[in-house]
Structure formats: structure tokens, C-alpha cells
């Protein structure tokens, strides 16, 4: 049915509309989308008219999804799969946002065979072959220079689902190692636990020490929102990022602050 779906994304994109002002709010809004080249921007712009149009956006506790919550979403969660294509997001359909923290409640077996019911605060979670769900208000953290972006964060987990239960090891490309993948993780992932015990600060969030699923998440919103800073850490799991992603942020980001600065010299 591959050409069905390339014949039905070719119909949408023709009759898709986007409203243009708040499109470029949007793009303004965020500097990795504001850095993209033309190309690049227009491609985002398309793969967010399919992206809506396959994946509803939907409010819960009281949230009411307005345009702009749902582009802003939608604008985030594509530019993970700028240069991967919008098959990277099949399997599940929903999105669902809640204005604030919202609790998630689950029951675990510990080892001596007893069910615990957990209740716990969460600002996004993603359930393999389900939803999507973000807190709104953590979600406008974004784009602020500090690292931290809960939506390319779920996104990235969305990735790892691919090949099953979320370990930090999506599905690689024909042209990847996995053996480079896991030497260049494993070693960061050790590193960055040591210095999070040893109180050291490396502008990636703690979070990340939870488990190797979580260290992928957090080095994929971080590689977005502040590329320079993954780069100078890790070096070998920006090279295995850019490549899994075919994206290369901290070239743009130089490239966006040579721009940014010049009218003012
Ligand atoms: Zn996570």
C-alpha cells in the first residue's frame, strides 16, 4: 500500500493548509527550526500539514488545543524526523496534551511478587504503539537555550519504540554501526553518571542518568536545543546522533550566530 499512502500525503499536501503568520510565529518561536536553510524549512512546513493531518492533537484536564499548541507540536516533534520521513512516527496515532504536570498511574511486581500501585507526576510520557502525552506547561520551556525540550524528548523515545521496548538503541541506518553506536553511548552514559554523582554540571539534564533509554531522549533534546553543548561533551555521540538524525544542528547553529551577529558589526 506504499503508493496509496504516497498518493494520499501527495493529496493532503495539495489541499493542506497552514495559516502563514502563525507558520512563522512558529519558526521564530524556536531557534533549531529558525536556523534550518530554506529547503530544510519548507520540507519541515509540509511534513507538520501531514503530521496534523495523521496524528490528532487532543486536550485533556481541561486543556484546550488551540492552533498554535498544535503546530508548535507538531513543528517540534517533525524536526526529528526532518530527513527520516514521517514512516518513522507509524504504529500509533494520538497526541494528548494536558495544561500542566498530570500524574500517571501504574502497578509494578517487585521482586518478592508484590503489586505496587504507583501514582507519579510526569511532564510527558509515551506508551509504545500509543499516545503521546505532554504537559503544555513544560512543553513552553522549549527554546530557550537551556537544554531542555519535552517534545523532541518523547519524540526521541517514539524512535527508540521502533525495534521494540525503548533501550537507548533505535533502529540504525544500512550506512551505521551499531558497535560505534554502542561504544560511543555506553561510554558517555558511564561518564555522564560519574560526574552527576560527582555533583559536576555538564548543561545536560540529570535526567539522563535514569537509563540508558532516558540518556538517548535527553542527548536527542539536548543535540536540538543546544547541539554545541553535546558536541563539546560527547563528541562521539554527536557524530552517531548526526547520523542517525542525517542532521548536523551544531554546523547551523555557528552558521545561524555568524548570521545573527553581523548586522550589528
Ligand atoms: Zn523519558
Redesign the pocket.
Known amino acids: 500500500m506504499e503508493w496509496f499512502r504516497r498518493w494520499r500525503r501527495a493529496r493532503v499536501l495539495k489541499q493542506g493548509e497552514l495559516d502563514p503568520a502563525l507558520w512563522q510565529a512558529t519558526v521564530e518561536r524556536y531557534p533549531f527550526v529558525i536556523e534550518l536553510g530554506a529547503d530544510e524549512l519548507e520540507r519541515l512546513r509540509e511534513l507538520v500539514i501531514l503530521f496534523l493531518h495523521e496524528k490528532p492533537v487532543h486536550g485533556a484536564g481541561g486543556m484546550r488545543v488551540r492552533d498554535e499548541v498544535r503546530v508548535a507540536i507538531a513543528a517540534q516533534a517533525c524536526i526529528l524526523i526532518l530527513n527520516l520521513g514521517l514512516d518513522y512516527y507509524r504504529g500509533w496515532v494520538e497526541v494528548i496534551v494536558y495544561p500542566d504536570e498530570f500524574v500517571a498511574e501504574y502497578d509494578y511486581v517487585d521482586e518478592a511478587g508484590v503489586t505496587h500501585h504507583v501514582e507519579e507526576a510526569m511532564t510527558g510520557e509515551s506508551w509504545e504503539r500509543g499516545p503521546v502525552i505532554l504537559s503544555w506547561a513544560d512543553a513552553q520551556e522549549a527554546g530557550r537555550g537551556h537544554g531542555y525540550n519535552v517534545v523532541i ?1 518523547e519524540f526521541a ?1 517514539k524512535l527508540d519504540m521502533l525495534n521494540g521496548e525503548p533501550n537507548g538503541l533505535p533502529p540504525l541506518h544500512a550506512d551505521m554501526e551499531r558497535s560505534r553506536w554502542a561504544d560511543a553511548f555506553a561510554a558517555a552514559y558511564e561518564d555522564f553518571c560519574r560526574r552527576v554523582d560527582a555533583g559536576e554540571r555538564v548543561g545536560i539534564d540529570d535526567y539522563a542518568a535514569e537509563s540508558p533509554a ?1 540518556f538517548f ?1 535527553v542527548m536527542s533534546e539536548t543535540f536540538f536545543e543546544s547541539p554545541l553543548t553535546v558536541r563539546a561533551a560527547y563528541p562521539e555521540v554527536y557524530v552517531q546522533l548526526s547520523r542517525f538524525y542525517r542532521q548536523d544542528p551544531a554546523a547551523r547553529a555557528v552558521a545561524g550566530g555568524v548570521a545573527a551577529a553581523a548586522p550589528a558589526a
Open positions: 524528548h523515545h532516558e531522549a
